[in-house]
């Protein structure tokens, strides 16, 4: 027979089950969030993920947030941006099936028509949200964006749109390729005492599941748009080590995770330059993105590119700033504000380093780096 005092335990615990139960079927694990302007078009997510987007729709008004309905119009960016007017942010709920993302020019006419000759993987063009926060329409974003993608997944979505945020100051997981030490000095910025970690020799075999699941999680490893499901260090005897890939990643306790490696932030199989005009791209599955794994496990939100991104070998000068970026994006999380805002906030100063560089080539890979940076998730 229990005692009133083992009785009292025994539903104190099922009272933090049940709490924690609830949690996960409210917005953001029940968290506050700002004012925010969510963007979908039902019908579309319904087809991408079944009935988990009624749940969706629901969650997000259930919490007595906004949902702006988007229509088929030609120009659907102008109609949300007007309705942004006076929100903290814009999150976009689904995949490029169900909002598209613009394909972007990220050069200024005056730019390209001095970098012709400078070859770009991608050239200079990336996907791009920005355009549902442009309230004055002067084709740049006034307020953060992030989106959460589906991945044809309705437990993916419902994971990112229920998942709690840990706080800044906790625990750090980082990794870099050994041609990249100027991660280093970024990883100082980053909250926690962990090491950084190399490699090589650090390798797929050698990453606990568990060494993922902090709070706060710096990536500066190679990517391919060909293969989102794995990133690659350097071998010291040349050619290339995976480093971390989709298996890697286990169950997550909302930590946010930067990542400074090529493509890390696509969630399509095709680049804005390979498709024609017209042509809507094809959605990755969840289970193949390491991007999507993290938000799919629990992350609060995965901040990084898609497109090629820039990074000077070890011993190169950093003429354009990469490190300015990525300690700024640090910086302004540890001061309290959401991924989304961060990244906004870390875009602002990287304008400086574009304001103070005169070299055509180098404002090309500078504007490039400002605008194909993205957050993913619900990251507030």
């Not at 004055?136 to 945020?165: E, K, M, Q, W, Y």
């Amino acid at each position: 027979m229990q005692t009133p005092e083992e009785n009292s335990g025994d539903e104190e615990v099922a009272g933090d089950k049940k709490i924690a139960a609830e949690s996960k079927s409210q917005l953001a694990g029940g968290r506050t969030l700002p004012d925010l302007l969510f963007v979908t078009e039902p019908d579309r997510l319904k087809s991408a993920v079944g009935d988990a987007a009624e749940t969706a729709v629901k969650l997000i008004k259930d919490a007595g947030k906004d949902v702006f309905e988007l229509g088929l119009g030609a120009d659907p960016w102008k109609a949300v941006s007007a309705a942004a007017s006076g929100k903290a942010g814009v999150v976009i709920v689904g995949g490029y099936d169900v909002v598209p993302s613009v394909r972007l020019d990220c050069l200024p006419k005056a730019i390209r028509a001095h970098v012709q000759n400078l070859a770009d993987p991608d050239d200079w063009e990336v996907w791009n949200d920005e355009a549902y926060a442009d309230v004055n329409r002067d084709s740049f974003g006034d307020l953060p964006v992030s989106r959460i993608p589906d991945g044809h997944s309705g437990d993916l979505l419902v994971a990112a749109l229920t998942g709690t945020a840990t706080s800044a100051d906790a625990t750090r997981f980082g990794l870099r390729n050994f041609k990249r030490p100027f991660a280093d000095q970024v990883f100082l910025k980053v909250p926690g005492s962990e090491t950084m970690l190399i490699s090589e020799p650090t390798a797929v075999g050698t990453i606990k599941v568990t060494d993922l699941n902090a709070s706060n999680l710096y990536v500066m490893l190679h990517g391919s748009s060909d293969n989102l499901g794995s990133y690659w260090g350097e071998a010291s005897s040349g050619g290339y080590v995976e480093a971390m890939k989709t298996s890697c990643v286990g169950k997550q306790s909302g930590g946010t995770v930067f990542a400074g490696c090529c493509y890390g932030a696509l969630t399509v199989e095709e680049r804005p330059h390979e498709l024609a005009t017209g042509d809507d791209p094809t959605i990755v599955p969840a289970s193949d993105s390491i991007a999507l794994q993290f938000l799919a496990k629990g992350a609060a939100a995965f901040v990084g590119c898609t497109g090629a991104h820039y990074s000077p070998a070890a011993g190169a000068a950093l003429p354009y700033g990469a490190d300015v970026l990525h300690k700024a994006f640090w910086d302004h999380l540890a001061s309290g504000h959401g991924a989304a805002e961060a990244l906004f906030n870390a875009k602002k100063d990287y304008l400086k380093v574009i304001l103070s560089t005169h070299d055509p080539g180098i404002m090309a890979i500078i504007f490039k780096m400002w605008r194909q940076f993205k957050c993913l998730g619900l990251g507030w």
